[in-house]
């Protein structure tokens, strides 16, 4: 039989709520209360999967099964306003074995990698919004990089300036840097601040991926 996908559901209080299949970092999405939330996830499979093949999991990916939600939290404000997963699921405050902490840094370089490739093929001027809005090309690019930068590498300890998401070289060191010292922090054991090392990585990956598929989906070119 298959293997089943790990899910917990993140609930807000008004607005929004996140499955995220938390084995497989960056398959993170989110709907209106009240709506479909693994079905959502479900639609986004193909899309994964592409970076899982890029990770080099793409056959561990395809063998697995159905979604099965296996936790229920209650969500954060952010979860609610920008469907962004807050909080870490039980088991990834748990060790990982080195399996799965291979597995889960490879996709985070392969959500690196799928935003990077996105952005550079994309059209620059984007598809608008409903309303007319949205972030142009390059707004998005140095949002998601200076955000891993501010706010998300110095929890392992990797502070670097902010210029560097305006520097190929220096922002693929950084990356390089960041990778070691999630692999360090692994290797001791320890956490990332208040922030399951587990989550950090999720958390990353979804967030590089969640930008990658929006520039996909504005994207102009042919049009």
């Known amino acids: 039989m298959s293997e089943v996908v790990r899910v ?12 995220s299949a938390f084995d497989w970092p960056g398959w993170d999405r989110s ?4 709506g479909d939330v693994l079905a959502v ?3 986004y499979r193909p899309r994964f999967a592409k970076v899982a093949e890029l990770a080099g999991y793409g056959d561990e990916f395809a063998d697995l099964g159905d979604l099965e939600m296996v936790e229920e939290v209650e969500g954060i404000g952010m979860t609610d306003f920008y469907g962004v997963s807050g909080r870490a699921a039980t088991v990834e405050h748990d ?8 597995r889960k ?20 001027d984007l598809r608008k919004g409903p309303r007319g809005g949205g972030r142009e090309k ?3 690019i140095r949002h998601v990089n200076g955000a891993e930068i501010d706010e998300f590498a110095p929890k392992v300890g990797v502070k670097v300036p902010m210029e560097t998401r305006d520097d190929p070289k220096a922002l693929l060191a950084y990356r390089d840097d960041f990778a070691d010292a999630i692999r360090d922090h692994h290797a001791r054991g320890e956490s990332a601040r208040s ?3 587990q989550f950090l990585i999720r958390r990353c990956a979804w ?9 996909e989906d504005r994207d102009l070119t042919g049009e």
Request: net charge negative.
């Open 8 to 19: 917990m559901v993140e609930h807000g209080k008004k607005k929004r709520v996140v499955a």
């Open 31 to 34: 709907t209106k209360l009240g």
């Open 41 to 43: 996830l479900d639609t």
């Open 95 to 102: 060790p990982m074995t080195e399996a799965d902490f291979e």
């Open 105 to 124: 840094l490879a996709l985070l370089r392969a959500s690196w990698t799928t935003f990077d490739d996105t952005a550079a093929r994309v059209s620059t």
């Open 138 to 140: 390059e707004k998005i």
């Open 195 to 197: 922030w399951a090392l």
């Open 207 to 215: 967030h590089m991926l969640d930008h990658a598929w929006e520039l």
